[in-house]
Structure formats: C-alpha cells, structure tokens
C-alpha cells in the first residue's frame, strides 16, 4: 500500500488560484492511478479528478472542469491538483488517493487515502 500525504492547501480569494500536491511513498508509483476527493462542511466525499499511470488521461468532475488540472511526476512520486478560478462552493478538505485499478473515473476503487488538506475560498 502506498503512503499519501497532501499539501499546498490555504486560503484563498475567490478567484484566485492555488496548486496541491500529493507525495507517495514507496517504488511503485507509476503503478497507480492517482486521484482527488474533496468534502465540504455537512457534505459527502466527492470526486474531483483523477489521472491515468502514465498521466496520458484525465479526468475531472464536471463543477471543476475548465479550472482545475490534474497531473502527475512519476520522477518525483507526486501528483498535483492544480486550481484556478476558485469559487467560495470549492471550499472542502481535499484529499488525495491511489488506486491499483488501470481505469481513472469517478467509479475507481481508491485504497489508499491521505489525511487532507484543507482548502477555503473567501467570498
């Protein structure tokens, strides 16, 4: 199982922009999909994105689509959420996960799980 842990969360202005960053450890991380969760205050976990072993494909939950970007440094074992345009609704604990499965949507079994990291829009 492989080890995930967040960063880069904050607060920010709406319409600003802010870049997250995930670390894993271990050797075989360009063995995982890798994707990012978010959940609000009173609300369910939801999906954000997520991207391919390779990084070759992507994708993103329809309310992010356009201001968010996925990707990934394989070099590095790090994944990265990077967030324009941020809207007061994006405010959430995001949460980065890893999966062994070769698909990357919405529906992937995600295993492993970090703590999160939090992330406040201001109006």
């Known amino acids: 199982q492989v080890q995930l842990v967040e960063s880069g969360g904050g607060l920010v202005q709406a319409g600003g922009s802010l870049r997250l960053s995930c670390a894993a450890s271990?050797?075989?991380?360009?063995?995982?999909?890798m994707g990012w969760f978010r959940q609000a205050p009173g609300k369910e976990r939801e999906f954000v994105s997520a991207?391919?072993?390779?990084?070759?494909?992507?994708n993103y939950a329809d309310s992010v689509k356009g201001r968010f970007s996925i990707s990934r440094d394989n070099a590095k074992n790090t994944v990265y959420l990077q967030m324009n345009s941020l809207k007061p609704e994006d405010t959430a604990v995001y949460f980065c996960a890893a999966s062994r499965d070769r698909t990357y949507y919405s529906s992937t079994r995600f295993g492993s799980w970090g703590q999160g990291t939090q992330v406040t829009v201001s109006s």
């Open positions: 271990g050797r075989t991380f360009s063995k995982y999909t």
């Open positions: 991207i391919s072993w390779t990084g070759g494909g992507t």
